[in-house]
Each structure stands twice: as structure tokens, then as C-alpha cells.
T-cell receptor, first 113, second 110 residues
Framework: KAGVTQTPRYLIKTRGQQVTLSCSPISGHRSVSWYQQTPGQGLQFLFEYFSETQRNKGNFPGRFSGRQFSNSRSEMNVSTLELGDSALYLC????????????FGPGTRLTVT | AQSVTQPDIHITVSEGASLELRCNYSYGATPYLFWYVQSPGQGLQLLLKYFSGDTLVQGIKGFEAEFKRSQSSFNLRKPSVHWSDAAEYFCAAGFQKLVFGTGTRLLVSP
């Protein structure tokens, strides 16, 4: 079974721009969660989507948004990028939610200059 | 506020020696508890999880963890460490969303 894939793997953007990251979950998984990992703040939960609906949300500003499509693929968008948005963005998929086993993708490394 | 604490930022263990990584949580009730491992440049891999029942949980790669309600702890153990275990280990907890600890970087010396 193919694992969780994230595209692109690396991205360099300029302050003020916007970016869209993509996550393809494992086939059959309906839950996709997004996390931000930085050296200073560690791993922080962004949001979870389940069957195209946002089910849970972390404490991030409205510049961070996401969506999920009918095939469970998910996208995360960050608008008006700030330097502090530089991070590794991890996506995790699960059959029903994080309480069931989550499988993480390799992440997208975003650098904001 | 709900939180997860991993008091050790770095731990160095000799290959073949035993390992214990500490994790404490602060929640009103016992949350779901997890240990994940992250190798350099990789995503996270689930080692084990605790929901309820037996307080000693077995995981993959020879790891186990013990849940102690009285101490609000969920420590990870391995009886004999291999060089390939060098990585960063994260404890996580939650009900509807995961809160991660800051991680413990394990170094394995020959």
C-alpha cells in the first residue's frame, strides 16, 4: 500500500506571498491532519479534515487554511507568508482520526525569505 | 492548559544499554497517549499507543511504555538499544487533537 505523499517536498517563497501544500493520504483513509514543526515551537497541530469537513482546529491565525477533496486528498494554504512560517509541514492520514494509527508523510520544507 | 512534557532534550546511551525516555502529561482526565519516532529528514512513525487497559504497552522495534496514572507519566523503555535507534522521540497526548512534547534526541554511542 502506498504511503502518505506530500508535494512539493521543498519550497522557497518570499514574504507576503501565498503557498499551497498538497497531501495524498493512504488509500481508504478519510482523516487528514496537518502539523507544523519548527525548532522553536516544536510540533503543533494545525487542523484535521474528515470526509471533506474540518473536524478540529489548532491555534493558528486565519492565514492558515485547508480543505479536503472527495478523494480525501488535502491541501493546506498559507496566505501572506511571514518569516516565522518557515517550517516543516507534516501531513498525517488515518482511517478514522488521530486516535487510530496515524501515518505521517515526509513533510514539505517551506522556507520564507 | 493541556500539555505534554519531555524533560530530557538529549540523552546519550551506549549501544546495548537500556533506555528510558520520560513523558509527563497534564490533562483533566487521562488522554490517549502516544510515542512517535522521527529519523532525520523523515516524518513521524508511531511506536505505540495507550487508550486504556493494561498499563504496560508493547510497541514496534522492541519498545514498550508504561502508563502510571498516579504520576501522569507514560515513559518509553527499551531493554537494549541499537545504533539504529538514534533519532528524535516524541510523546503526544490528546482527545480530539494531539499535543506533542518537545522531543528527546537519542544519541547512541558505540
Amino acid at each position: 500500500k502506498a504511503g502518505v505523499t506530500q508535494t512539493p517536498r521543498y519550497l522557497i517563497k518570499t514574504r507576503g506571498q501565498q503557498v499551497t501544500l498538497s497531501c495524498s493520504p493512504i488509500s481508504g483513509h478519510r482523516s487528514v491532519s496537518w502539523y507544523q514543526q519548527t525548532p522553536g515551537q516544536g510540533l503543533q497541530f494545525l487542523f484535521e479534515y474528515f470526509s471533506e469537513t474540518q473536524r478540529n482546529k489548532g491555534n493558528f491565525p486565519g492565514r492558515f487554511s485547508g480543505r479536503q477533496f472527495s478523494n480525501s486528498r488535502s491541501e493546506m494554504n498559507v496566505s501572506t507568508l511571514e518569516l516565522g512560517d518557515s517550517a516543516l509541514y507534516l501531513c498525517a492520514s488515518s482511517f478514522r482520526g488521530f486516535a487510530y494509527e496515524q501515518y505521517f508523510g515526509p513533510g514539505t520544507r517551506l522556507t520564507v525569505t | 492548559a493541556q500539555s505534554v512534557t519531555q524533560p530530557d532534550i538529549h540523552i546519550t546511551v551506549s549501544e546495548g544499554a537500556s533506555l528510558e525516555l520520560r513523558c509527563n502529561y497534564s490533562y483533566g482526565a487521562t488522554p490517549y497517549l502516544f510515542w512517535y519516532v522521527q529519523s532525520p529528514g523523515q516524518g513521524l512513525q508511531l511506536l505505540l499507543k495507550y487508550f486504556s487497559g493494561d498499563t504496560l504497552v508493547q510497541g514496534i522495534k522492541g519498545f514498550e511504555a508504561e502508563f502510571k496514572r498516579s504520576q501522569s507519566s507514560f515513559n518509553l523503555r527499551k531493554p537494549s538499544v541499537h545504533w539504529s535507534d538514534a533519532a528524535e522521540y516524541f510523546c503526544a497526548a490528546g482527545f480530539q487533537k494531539l499535543v506533542f512534547g518537545t522531543g528527546t534526541r537519542l544519541l547512541v554511542s558505540p
